[in-house]
């Protein structure tokens, strides 16, 4: 499962009903999808998601509604490419192929990434997916630094 963007908590929400996520700062979301501008449906990210096994890793963790407004996206740390090919065995990991541009927005000491690329050849229409890469897996991750 690829999700649509992933985010950074800038302050605390606390929830009004049982379909809202209760968030703190520095807290840090999968975007599962938008329903508005304002609004979204996500979950926090699990940092069991990124131990270096990976087995731990959750897939039916429920997302619940979030107000869009607290969030910051992540930044851009670099670009790096996919060596191989790469099919999700775990809901957030991201599906590769080889040589496909990578966008690293974290990176974690467990040896995953969250990395975003664009759904389309040229990227025009903005729409990406995200998910977390192995870095280990790669070996020919490079993180070339953006301005």
């Excluded at 968030?23 to 975007?31: A, E, M, N």
């Excluded at 938008?34 to 131990?51: C, I, L, M, T, Y």
């Excluded at 969250?114 to 998910?131: F, P, R, Y």
């Amino acid at each position: 499962m690829a999700f649509v963007s992933c985010v950074v908590a800038d302050s605390r929400h606390a929830p009004t009903s049982n379909a809202e996520l209760s968030v703190s700062p520095g807290d840090i979301l999968w975007v599962m999808e938008f329903d508005s501008p304002d609004r979204g449906w996500a979950r926090v990210v699990n940092k069991k998601e990124f131990d270096e096994a990976n087995e731990a890793a959750p897939t039916d963790l429920e997302p619940k509604s979030v107000p869009m407004a607290i969030f910051s996206p992540l930044p851009k740390l670099g670009t790096c490419y996919a060596l191989y090919p790469w099919t999700p065995t775990h809901a957030d990991e991201l599906a590769l192929t080889a040589n496909e541009l990578l966008v690293v927005r974290q990176q974690n000491p467990g040896g995953w990434w969250i990395c975003s690329k664009n759904l389309d050849d040229i990227g025009s229409t903005g729409l990406e997916a995200w998910g977390v890469v192995a870095e280990n897996y790669s070996t020919g991750f490079q993180v070339n630094t953006l301005p």
